[in-house]
């Protein structure tokens, strides 16, 4: 069963079928895409798409994504969830976006940090990295804030646009970890 989890401003739910529009607004968006590892889409089919590889990685223990909902609103403002998920070592990869009319206003620092509880209490993680491309400040700036230390670069590590980037990997440990 998909967990629902709830922030004092949020809902992080399943992503379904029809938050179709949602996903497309974010993704389609290439203020959102820009620093993501994945071309700006053109269809809804490539959010569908996008929605069945979220269903298809919890189902096989691979990864949870949830959709971020505004508590009493129906869309989604962006997704957010582990991916990279290593049970047997415990640890995952966090991975977020949110729709750009949410930004600056405590939306991804409200759900990252619950998610990194849920992922240390729920998910017995030890773990949770996040690669993210040296240029994103933004996404610099809200996981320090939440106590993520910089590891390092991994260089060449991501095509964006047919061009290659570096990223920085961070990662913050839960109590069995440090």
Known sequence: MFPVIETDRLV?????DLDTESIFDCFSNEKVTRYYG???FETREQARHLIALFKQNFVENRGIRWGIQIKGEEKLIGTIGFNAWSPKHKRAEIGYELNPEYWRKGYATEAIARIVEYGF???GLTRIG???FIENEGSHQVLTKLGFQKEGVLRNY???????HDTYVYSIL???GC
């Open 38 to 40: 994945q071309e700006t």
């Open 158 to 164: 991501m095509y964006q646009n047919g061009v290659l």
């Open 130 to 132: 996040a690669v993210v």
């Open 12 to 16: 992080l739910r399943e992503i379904t």
């Open 121 to 123: 209490g729920d998910m």
């Open 174 to 176: 839960g109590a069995a």
